[in-house]
């Protein structure tokens, strides 16, 4: 988790530094570790200190501190721009960041035999960058973040299609109703289980993305986006949780960080696929908007396989 904050707190003071393309990209690139680092560490320091009857509510009220910045940040980073300059908005970053680490500080180390810092620790196998126990919540997840990537590619100029000013608004109110969920689905994952949850939350995305495709009017949209807020809002936390479920306490890390590497995967090329499809017609929009749902029912039909031909087993053994 240091490691994280403290490449977005040196990272905000080069920005402004840069004077072509080439230097933003590579500081950029680099940028990118901290998110790397950061939730993936912090996600494996819940399960470390959180009771595993309560992962899910720990899970989803992580899940909403993470949505709250990733909401908040661009506001306030506008509002910076606009009143003062763009380099004030990095330094205020690198200030965020700071605080990040005075937090850090005053938190103790979950891990009991700790090994001395080494360069060698960044060297890995291909051993190191999957946990095979979580390739179900991997594949879950893969699947249910490419509809996200197919969203975020095509949202902002659907939006301007349908008279919307603010491109923006489909995501505030998607992520207001995806707060207002998150820490009640976490708790009932806790209580009924992750597989329920996850399906109930996997056919509310589905029934959201064939609203996109249908409906194409402002309304419409909104509607969009409060019930794929609440779909994500449930389905986030609870995989969240079943990748604890599914790993080894001893690779907790390596278990969070191959749900991390699936998510970006799925978010990627969704928004690969999106562009590919696209290509600036807008006609083409609710077509594709219907493909993501397709896309969507394959996780929710996962869900059933999985259940039928694992679940079981992993009961038995958790009963002996």
């Known amino acids: 988790m240091a490691v994280g904050s403290i490449v977005c707190f040196v990272c905000g003071f080069l920005y402004p530094l840069l004077a072509n393309v080439t230097g933003f990209l590579l500081l950029r690139l680099i940028h990118g570790f901290s998110t790397g680092f950061k939730p993936t560490a912090t996600a494996a320091y819940v399960a470390d200190v959180v009771p ?19 909401a908040v940040g661009p506001a306030i980073g506008s509002a910076i721009t606009s009143s003062f300059s763009i380099n004030v908005l990095f330094y205020c970053s690198s200030l965020f960041a700071l605080m990040s680490i005075i937090i850090l500080m005053n938190m103790k180390e979950t891990v009991r035999h700790k090994h001395p810092f080494s360069f ?6 291909k051993y190191d960058i999957i946990d095979i126990r979580v390739i179900p919540a991997g594949i879950v997840t893969f699947l249910s973040y490419m509809p996200y990537g197919i969203i975020i590619t095509l949202i902002p100029d659907w939006s301007q299609h349908l008279g919307i000013g603010n491109k923006g608004l489909f995501f505030m109110v998607f992520t207001i109703a995806s707060l207002l969920i998150r820490f009640i689905a976490g708790k009932v994952s806790d209580r009924y289980g992750r597989i329920s949850v996850i399906k109930a939350g996997l056919l509310i995305i589905v029934i959201s993305l064939f609203i996109a495709g249908y409906a194409d009017t402002v309304s419409g949209l909104m509607l969009t986006a409060v019930v794929y807020g609440i779909g994500s809002g449930i389905l986030s936390p609870a995989v969240n949780a079943w990748t604890i479920d599914l790993s080894d306490p001893k690779s907790r890390g390596k278990a969070v960080a191959t749900m991390y590497i699936s998510l970006e995967a799925g978010i990627g090329i969704g928004a690969l696929i999106a562009g590919w499809m696209y290509q600036d017609v807008i006609s083409k929009v609710p077509a594709i908007f219907y493909l993501s749902a397709g896309i969507s029912v394959l996780a929710l039909a996962y869900m059933f396989v999985w259940k039928r031909t694992h679940y079981p087993s992993i009961l038995s053994r958790r009963a002996v």
Do not use: D, P, Y
Not at 58 to 65: D, E, F, P, S, T
Not at 120 to 125: D, G, N, P, Q
């Open 52 to 70: 595993q009857s309560r992962w899910g509510e720990a899970l989803g009220i992580h899940g909403l501190c993470f949505s709250t910045g990733m």
């Open 120 to 125: 060698r620790l960044f060297k890995i196998s």
